[in-house]
């Protein structure tokens, strides 16, 4: 793929780097046979070059990229570019640690010295290959160079095994030194294959890495197209480290997408096949059809069992998500999503309902997922206070009280749930008027109060935080919880209100590690705590066996106005 005349402005300093990168490999070979520490002091010399060097391509990037959309194959070939320098520099990093680490103020000589230098000089002709490749066919190269990183590792651990076994003829110092030298050896060799990926990046997007090469060439293949011709643009950035990227054809627009790729750990794969299923089942229309799933990566026609990745090939969905309705202030688009979103739980959950009773064990939940928001806000979590007569207990104690009286807040039957039921996983389809599930690998039977707490936080912690569409999105979540409580009615659920308490306590809690405005996120916990005190004080002892909970719990009213004003 030949680059762009304006892209071509960075290749003169990748083009630079890689000549000092083969200049630091050759004093990497020089020390394996000499041992001279003299050579430290060369190396280290030449590391204000590389430095300046990586700040030219630095400012040339952010020229290239002002004023730049993302999600274009100019950005693409600009940032792998980008991804390129850095890669390069990291490897005169680690040849400069190979002589920090094996240099001794005592001479010596490595005992693997020689098997040392044939390896870095391995590393030099892969080098090679890339200087050669850099400007007309970055994917084939960094397949190539791929490979040849599997190789080289193969060569390092049996070099490694020769030095141990010479461990009898050194000193404990020398041996320590060779063991590390090797270990940044290990490090050299392994981040081409970080060198490998820039250039794979560098031609089909960020999302494309070494491992899922072959899964989006299977993709490609399922819609009877040669990767060549396809753009793969990255829609999002899931927590989980899963990649989502929209296919497209490069003579059009990037507008029509002809599907959405999306890969991950091989386990949630499945879930999410299973998941999508099981609502297909319910209605075929609800969440999109799986079009091909692959299994683990294949590195040079070996299966990468160490890297269980897999991946999806999904029908792209039309619309917008509710998030994205929510965020833009639209009060039309938001009011039809909503409407849609409740009819069709509505059916689902009449479709879906067993008379299987089931406990969300929301402060276990919480309890569980605690630990990353105290991390992110320890100054929310203070032990038991007294202030003048009234103590003021501790997050945990609250939590433990609520969960000895939760066990009797049972919901009387269960409903096939989405289990990450938030803003970003619900698309509206306004031509069709239809809402649609996606990222469905925790669906369960279960509470749906569950799926409803989780909708109405991922509601109120959306980072706009006053205005207009500040109360629009209150009165959404409100909505939500309106329509819960029709349900809840409907079909006689006593403890609607209690358990949906707790599991906005659970939600609001856990979700202020992912919110790192202060503000935002104290509101979020002071509504958890303030929940779990109404919670803690309601009394178990008068205890309904008939309804198999307390007549507090029956009657417990959650306080919306309380927790939904700004």
Same mark, same amino acid.
């Given at each position: 793929?030949?680059?762009?005349?304006?892209?071509?402005?960075?290749?003169?300093?990748? =083009?630079?780097?890689?000549?000092?990168?083969?200049?630091?490999?050759?004093?990497?070979?020089?020390?394996?046979?000499?041992?001279?520490?003299?050579?430290?002091?060369?190396?280290?010399?030449?590391?204000?070059?590389?430095?300046?060097?990586?700040?030219?391509?630095?400012?040339?990037?952010?020229?290239?990229?002002?004023?730049?959309?993302?999600?274009?194959?100019?950005?693409?070939?600009?940032?792998?570019?980008?991804?390129?320098?850095?890669?390069?520099?990291?490897?005169?990093?680690?040849?400069?640690?190979?002589?920090?680490?094996?240099?001794?103020?005592?001479?010596?000589?490595?005992?693997?010295?020689?098997?040392?230098?044939?390896?870095?000089?391995?590393?030099? *002709?892969?080098?090679?290959?890339?200087?050669?490749?850099? =400007?007309?066919? +970055?994917?084939?190269?960094?397949?190539?160079?791929?490979? *040849?990183?599997?190789?080289?590792?193969?060569?390092?651990?049996?070099?490694?095994?020769?030095?141990?076994?010479?461990?009898?003829?050194l000193s404990d110092d020398q041996l320590r030194a060779a063991i590390l030298s090797n270990v940044s050896l290990k490090r050299l060799i392994e981040q081409l294959g970080v060198v490998a990926e820039a250039l794979i990046k560098a031609d089909l997007g960020q999302v494309a890495t070494l491992q899922n090469y072959p899964h989006l060439l299977d993709s490609a293949t399922n819609l009877n197209y040669d990767l060549r011709d396809l753009k793969v643009r990255r829609?999002?950035?899931? +927590?989980?480290?899963?990649?989502?990227?929209?296919?497209?054809?490069?003579?059009?627009?990037?507008?029509?997408?002809?599907?959405?790729?999306?890969?991950?750990?091989?386990?949630?794969?499945?879930?999410?096949?299973?998941?999508?299923?099981?609502?297909?089942?319910?209605?075929?229309?609800?969440?999109? =059809?799986?079009?091909?799933?692959?299994?683990?990566?294949?590195?040079?026609?070996?299966?990468?069992?160490?890297?269980?990745?897999?991946?999806?090939?999904?029908?792209?969905?039309?619309?917008?998500?509710?998030?994205?309705?929510?965020?833009?202030?639209?009060?039309?688009?938001?009011?039809?999503?909503?409407?849609?979103?409740?009819?069709?739980?509505?059916?689902?959950?009449?479709?879906?309902?067993?008379?299987?009773s089931c406990s969300a064990n929301f402060m276990g939940q919480l309890q569980k997922r605690i630990g990353d928001s105290r991390k992110v806000h320890p100054e929310f979590f203070k032990d038991e206070e007294r202030i003048c007569g009234y103590t003021s207990l501790s997050f945990d104690e609250l939590v433990r009280r609520v969960a000895i009286q939760e066990a009797q807040w049972r919901a009387p039957f269960s409903v096939l749930t989405h289990g990450d039921f938030?803003?970003?996983?619900?698309?509206?389809?306004?031509?069709?008027?239809?809402?649609?599930?996606?990222?469905?690998?925790?669906?369960?039977?279960?509470?749906?109060?569950?799926?409803?707490?989780?909708?109405?936080?991922?509601?109120? +912690?959306?980072?706009?935080?006053?205005?207009?569409? *500040?109360?629009?999105?209150?009165?959404?979540?409100?909505?939500?919880?309106?329509?819960?409580?029709?349900?809840?009615?409907?079909?006689?659920?006593?403890?609607?209100?209690? *358990?949906?308490?707790?599991?906005?306590?659970?939600?609001?809690?856990?979700?202020?590690?992912?919110?790192?405005?202060?503000?935002?996120?104290?509101?979020?916990?002071?509504?958890?705590?303030?929940?779990?005190?109404?919670?803690?004080?309601?009394?178990?002892?008068?205890?309904?066996?008939?309804?198999?909970?307390?007549?507090?719990?029956?009657?417990?009213?959650?306080?919306?106005?309380?927790?939904?004003?700004?």
């Open positions: 793929m030949a680059s762009t005349p304006v892209v071509s402005s960075l290749q003169e300093h990748v =083009s630079f780097l890689l000549h000092e990168v083969e200049t630091h490999c050759h004093l990497v070979e020089l020390f394996f046979t000499s041992s001279s520490t003299a050579l430290l002091s060369s190396i280290r010399g030449r590391r204000g070059y590389v430095q300046a060097l990586r700040e030219k391509a630095d400012i040339e990037t952010a020229r290239l990229l002002e004023r730049r959309k993302t999600n274009t194959t100019f950005h693409a070939q600009v940032s792998g570019m980008h991804a390129l320098v850095i890669a390069l520099e990291m490897l005169t990093k680690y040849c400069f640690d190979c002589i920090r680490e094996g240099t001794l103020d005592e001479p010596y000589k490595h005992p693997t010295g020689q098997e040392c230098r044939k390896l870095v000089k391995r590393i030099r *002709r892969a080098l090679r290959l890339v200087k050669v490749g850099v =400007s007309d066919n +970055r994917r084939r190269t960094g397949i190539k160079l791929g490979r *040849r990183t599997h190789k080289l590792l193969s060569s390092y651990n049996e070099l490694q095994a020769l030095t141990l076994r010479a461990k009898f003829d829609l999002a950035l899931t +927590r989980s480290g899963s990649a989502i990227a929209a296919i497209t054809h490069k003579d059009e627009s990037g507008n029509d997408v002809l599907a959405v790729y999306k890969e991950g750990d091989r386990s949630k794969i499945e879930e999410e096949v299973a998941g999508v299923n099981q609502w297909r089942d319910i209605d075929p229309r609800l969440a999109p =059809s799986v079009l091909c799933q692959t299994g683990t990566s294949q590195i040079n026609g070996k299966s990468d069992d160490s890297n269980e990745q897999s991946s999806l090939l999904i029908e792209h969905i039309p619309g917008k998500t509710l998030e994205a309705l929510l965020l833009a202030g639209d009060q039309g688009g938001t009011q039809a999503a909503l409407k849609a979103l409740f009819k069709t739980l509505n059916q689902t959950w009449k479709v879906s309902l067993t008379p299987e938030n803003v970003d996983n619900l698309i509206y389809d306004d031509a069709e008027k239809r809402v649609y599930f996606i990222d469905l690998h925790r669906a369960s039977y279960f509470d749906y109060v569950q799926d409803l707490s989780v909708l109405m936080v991922s509601i109120y +912690r959306l980072q706009v935080l006053s205005g207009e569409t *500040r109360t629009q999105m209150m009165e959404s979540a409100k909505e939500v919880y309106r329509f819960g409580r029709r349900f809840a009615a409907r079909q006689q659920d006593v403890t609607f209100e209690v *358990r949906l308490a707790a599991g906005l306590a659970r939600s609001f809690a856990t979700s202020t590690r992912f919110i790192f405005d202060k503000k935002l996120a104290s509101r979020m916990h002071l509504r958890a705590r303030y929940l779990l005190e109404r919670l803690a004080k309601l009394s178990p002892e008068q205890y309904s066996p008939e309804e198999n909970t307390s007549e507090q719990a029956q009657t417990f009213t959650l306080p919306l106005k309380e927790l939904y004003v700004e």
